[in-house]
């Protein structure tokens, strides 16, 4: 299984990126997908998940907009009004869909992909 994460880079605050993750090795429409973000000298945080609904660290609601394209197993996270705050390693991770799961939890995801960096500048 591998997640390829992409689409970071600088970017002035206000402005907006989107990052991709595609996905293969699995069924992607038996998985959902988060991205998590993790800022020097922080701890690795929610941002977004999406399976069949979507939910969002309330940091970024309003902002940011996560989809999926099952036919290109691609998830895309969509930033707008970025802010130097969301400066950060940002992470894609696949969980297997089953009842209850706590999709803002690191340790409901069994595959991680590596991180692309965002950097908003001030």
């Known amino acids: 299984v591998q997640l390829q994460a992409s689409g970071g880079g600088l970017v002035q605050a206000g402005g907006s990126l989107r990052l991709s993750c595609i996905a293969s090795?699995?069924?992607?429409?038996?998985?959902?997908v988060g991205w998590f973000r993790q800022a020097p000298g922080k701890q690795r945080e929610f941002v977004a998940a999406i399976s069949w609904i979507t939910d969002y660290a309330d940091s970024v609601k309003g902002r940011f907009t996560i989809s999926r394209d099952n036919a290109k197993n691609t998830v895309y996270l969509q930033m707008n009004s970025l802010k130097p705050e969301d400066t950060a390693v940002y992470y894609c991770?696949?969980?297997?869909?089953?009842?209850?799961?706590?999709?803002?939890?690191?340790?409901?995801?069994?595959?991680w992909g590596q991180g692309t960096q965002v950097t908003v500048s001030s």
């Open positions: 991770a696949a969980y297997r869909i089953y009842r209850n799961v706590v999709v803002s939890t690191a340790s409901a995801y069994e595959y």
């Open positions: 090795g699995l069924t992607f429409s038996s998985y959902g």
